[in-house]
């Protein structure tokens, strides 16, 4: 039997996301051990208008408040490392985690890890319209001396379409799906990121002949094995 540390997850980033992700980690611990000996989570569900309101704003102190107060909470829950289920708030990663106690495992180094072990050297950012086109998500993928190339400003806008008017209502469309897919045959790089955690509800790695770096899959691995540590 595993003895894990409790894991605190940040959760309403959306609600579709935040599910996948909880689902993810049980999953993956029974296919692990092949027992019901789960780790314990504790999940802080957030205001999600209030964060898209945040997020908008010039002065981001509002914005990483909430994540601070919702990390807090985790930790007052017995949370002893804490995760944010979602991509983009990492743009304000290094905020929130010089303003919390418990350790936080970030998003981006585990999907930089995860292409620099695999020998992916050019890589495709999908995401919400601030992970493409702010450069935090480029910034910890160049660490590893990766090289991020984004869609272009009109792409960019379907895929940030789709994402918040489709998916965080947990609506797959078979029409987006093909337009998802026939954007990213139109770029060359080793792999795609699926840098957003809806992205996996509709784009799966047997949909295209690039690989797909599942972002919510491998982060969700990385959680198990850092609540092992």
């Given at each position: 039997m595993n003895t894990?540390?409790?894991i605190g997850i940040v959760g309403g980033v959306s609600p579709q996301s935040s599910a996948l992700f909880y689902k993810l980690l049980v999953e993956k611990h029974f296919l692990r051990n092949k027992d019901y000996y789960y780790p314990e989570i504790v999940m802080f569900s957030v205001d999600f208008g209030k964060i898209k309101d945040f997020q908008n704003?010039?002065?981001s102190m509002n914005y990483i408040q909430e994540f601070i107060k919702a990390i807090d909470s985790l930790e007052r829950a017995g949370a002893e490392f804490a995760v944010i289920a979602s991509n983009t708030p990492h743009r304000v990663f290094s905020q929130i985690e010089n303003k919390v106690s418990i350790p936080l495992l970030s998003i981006i180094d585990v999907v930089a890890d995860y292409a620099a072990d695999n020998g992916y050297k050019k890589l495709l950012l999908l995401g919400t319209r601030y992970t493409m086109s702010e450069d935090f998500y480029k910034d910890g993928l160049k660490k590893k001396n990766l090289e991020t190339i984004v869609p272009s400003p009109r792409d960019q806008g379907l895929v940030n379409r789709i994402i918040f008017n489709e998916l965080v209502l947990d609506i797959i469309n078979e029409t987006s799906k093909i337009e998802l897919?026939?954007?990213i045959?139109?770029?060359?790089?080793?792999?795609?990121i699926l840098g957003c955690t809806e992205l996996p509800l509709i784009i799966q790695k047997e949909d295209i002949s690039t690989p797909i770096i599942d972002g919510t899959d491998i982060f969700a691995e990385a959680t198990l094995d850092f609540a092992l540590k």
């Open positions: 894990y540390k409790r704003e010039t002065d897919i026939k954007l045959n139109t770029y060359s790089a080793d792999a795609v």
